[in-house]
């Protein structure tokens, strides 16, 4: 009886021990830490926009009455809506790293990966948008692009596909973290160190990055771009 007790006991730690670490590996970004290779790519270097260009609904205003830059900090008003992005339009197989804060009131803003073909809808490019609104950080919005995620049925709704977390994001005025990786026809997406989002089988694989004007001033200060390894 007390072998039998014992071996019963065994397989229960041995099943909780097994439910934790893959519990753990799901949320921690390290458990999953791609391999890349080469130096980082800084596409915000924290003094100017250099290799930057943008893209507004105005097309009277300027840049640099949209984002401009001090202390290190990217700054964007929020209006008009419009984008700045990359002037090299090819990177693919990649982990990009942002970070970003509301100064004031949340609001919304995105990252958009493999951008391409402008104005696919309305003032936005064709690409994939992945979601910075406060409270929906993580979230994936097709721009003339597709993709499918896990569940889709529950988790689609017209181009938004829900990401996986409540309670990621921290407080307004605090640094976030994002980190969105594409691989082949793969997008990951981890908000301060959580798994929120994937996508697979997405129509574009390659492109230009870009960050969005969306209506509330924002906040960056650091983008940055790592080769992934064997890709």
Same mark, same amino acid.
């Given at each position: ?22 519990a753990?590996?799901?949320?921690d %970004? ?33 840049? $640099?009455?949209?984002?401009? &830059?001090? $202390?290190? +900090? ?25 970070? /970003?804060? /509301? ?14 073909? %402008?104005?696919?809808?309305?003032? /936005? %490019?064709?690409?994939?948008? &992945? ?15 597709? !993709?499918?995620? =896990?569940?889709?049925?529950?988790r689609?709704? $017209? ?18 973290? !994002?980190? +969105?990786?594409?691989?082949?026809? =793969? &997008? +990951? &997406?981890?908000?301060?160190? $959580? ?18 004007? =969306?209506?509330? %001033? !924002?906040?960056?200060?650091?983008v ?6 064997? =890709?």
């Amino acid at each position: 009886m007390r072998l039998s007790f014992l071996f019963a006991a065994s397989l229960l730690l041995i099943a909780a021990t097994s439910e934790a670490s893959a519990a753990s590996a799901a949320e921690d %970004p390290k458990a999953s830490e791609p391999k890349t290779t080469g130096k980082p790519v800084v596409l915000f270097n924290g003094k100017n926009l250099d290799g930057w260009d943008y893209h507004l609904a105005d097309k009277s205003v300027p840049m $640099d009455k949209v984002w401009s &830059v001090k $202390d290190g +900090i990217l700054h964007c008003t929020g209006k008009p809506a419009g984008y700045i992005f990359t002037r090299q339009h090819n990177f693919q197989n990649y982990v990009l790293d942002v970070e /970003w804060r /509301w100064p004031g009131k949340g609001g919304n803003n995105g990252v958009l990966v493999h951008v391409s073909k %402008p104005e696919a809808l309305g003032v /936005w %490019p064709k690409s994939l948008e &992945v979601q910075l609104a406060s409270g929906e950080a993580g979230d994936f919005w097709i721009i003339g692009t597709k !993709i499918n995620v =896990e569940n889709e049925q529950a988790r689609r709704t $017209d181009r938004r596909y829900k990401n996986l977390t409540e309670g990621s994001e921290k407080k307004l005025g605090q640094w976030n973290a !994002i980190r +969105i990786i594409c691989r082949g026809n =793969e &997008v +990951i &997406v981890y908000v301060n160190g $959580d798994l929120v989002n994937h996508a697979t089988n997405c129509s574009e694989h390659a492109g230009a990055i870009a960050l969005q004007s =969306e209506g509330t %001033p !924002i906040e960056f200060r650091k983008v940055e771009l790592r080769k992934l390894a064997n =890709e």
